[in-house]
């Protein structure tokens, strides 16, 4: 058995795992990243975090707190793919080497690792997992022109404005909720909408896009409730829906806020005439473990950047670590470490931080993984600008729809 995200600790993330090469030899995973990751080029020393046998990567990640779970995901699954072509080779014969610090999903905190990261354990290139942290390392490694890549984070401030460093794989909220609410609105048609939002500033944005989607369909916006973190008690904000009785509820808030809605929804036999749209969470196994019943086709969330974690498409990725049930942060782990691979291999044995710059910013794709939409470089830094569609049938997510939409 494989351990559980709570038991990773720094030997395991930085060491990298044994135990895991079965996958690599039966050559499943060879058929994804690892065929053009690995090369045979002769590399030496290039840069700060890269010597002629490893490249160093630091994270910072909520191991602990409020977003413990995804962050573990993240952080494990981008491990294990290391490991792999690690074991394959590695990418242009030097292995990945991923040293993670533990925030605890708190800026501040992130901040402090950051610093630690780059002035103690030397590394090459950066990544993180929320929107808390991101913002919180941001302009430091800004300053210092350090690569950011590929965080599983939605802020908008990583491509608005363009950090030279900065390179990201998912649309933010905002992207994220217009896409599925277009995609509603197409395949069910135009109605009435109350968005339900966590009252913090990053949200704005993505309720701002939501009202414009639903108006440019042909509908309104009848109302936008505004809820806390956490919040403990929806039986007010259920009975204040069934007065207004929308086509569509809109959903811009964590994950097990909207599991305890939906539970209270279901207790008040409460559901919107057409459909439950929301950001990336409405996709997240902590909505399901949360909100109890779910039936068929009744929520639709927009998966940035990835195929839908339980579609066949991502199996390569959930066989990386086959004790665990991969969710939306777990995929983007995969997909995120994949991708900084495919760039080191692209640029050969003499790897700077100017060149990977370079690269991203103007050279890179397309390029795709069996579980990723197209990445290529565009101006605003955002290389996967797709989103798919999930919705709940069985009691699992699956794919809404097999293609990308934007």
């Known amino acids: 058995m494989g351990k559980k995200p709570s038991e990773l600790n720094r030997r395991d993330v930085v060491s990298g795992l044994a135990g895991i ?9 060879l058929r994804g990243v690892l065929a053009p990751a690995v090369a045979r080029a002769e590399a030496t020393a290039s840069d ?27 952080s494990g699954f981008m491990q294990r793919l290391f490991d792999h072509i690690n074991t394959a080779g590695g990418v242009n014969r030097r292995k990945l080497r991923l040293v993670i610090l533990d925030d605890g999903g708190k800026g501040d905190v992130a901040l402090q690792n950051a610093q630690r990261l780059l002035e103690q354990e030397k590394v090459f290139a950066v990544t993180t997992i929320g929107t808390a942290t991101a913002a919180g390392i941001l302009e430091y490694l800004r300053q210092r022109n350090v690569p950011l890549l590929f965080p599983a984070a939605y802020n908008t401030e990583l491509t608005t404005p ?22 509603a609105c197409r395949k069910m048609g135009s109605g009435s909408a109350v968005i339900v939002r966590a009252n913090i500033p990053s949200f704005d944005l993505a309720v701002e896009r939501a009202a414009q989607a639903i108006k440019a369909a042909g509908g309104s916006v009848t109302a936008t409730l505004n809820t806390t973190y956490n919040q403990p008690e929806w039986a007010s904000t259920v009975i204040r829906l069934k007065e ?131 990445a290529k ?24 729809t097999h293609e990308f939409v934007i």
């Open 162 to 183: 363009v950090h030279a460093n900065t390179f990201t794989l998912y649309q933010s909220y905002e992207g994220q909720i217009a896409a599925v609410t277009k995609w």
């Open 21 to 29: 090469g079965a996958l690599a030899s039966s050559g499943a995973l």
């Open 48 to 74: 700060v975090g890269v010597t002629a046998e490893s490249i160093k990567i630091g994270m910072t990640a909520g191991i602990t707190g409020a977003i413990s779970f995804a962050s573990q995901q993240f």
């Open 244 to 374: 207004i009785k929308p086509a569509y509820l809109i959903l811009i808030t964590t994950a097990p806020d909207m599991g305890r809605l939906w539970k209270e929804m279901t207790q008040q036999r409460f559901r919107p005439a057409k459909a439950t749209l929301g950001i990336s969470p409405l996709g997240d196994q902590a909505f399901l473990d949360t909100a109890g019943h779910v039936p068929d086709n009744a929520t639709f969330a927009a998966i940035p950047g990835t195929v839908v974690p339980s579609s066949d498409e991502a199996k390569e990725a959930r066989d990386l670590w086959p004790e665990q049930k991969m969710g939306v942060f777990g995929l983007a782990g995969a997909v995120s470490g994949g991708m900084m691979a495919e760039a080191f291999r692209r640029l050969g044995p003499d790897l700077t931080r100017a060149k990977l710059i370079d690269l991203l910013a103007n050279h890179f794709g397309p390029y795709k993984l069996p579980y990723s939409g197209t």
């Open 377 to 400: 470089s565009e101006p605003d830094h955002l290389l996967i600008h797709s989103v798919s569609i999930a919705t709940v049938r069985n009691g699992v997510f699956v794919p809404a």
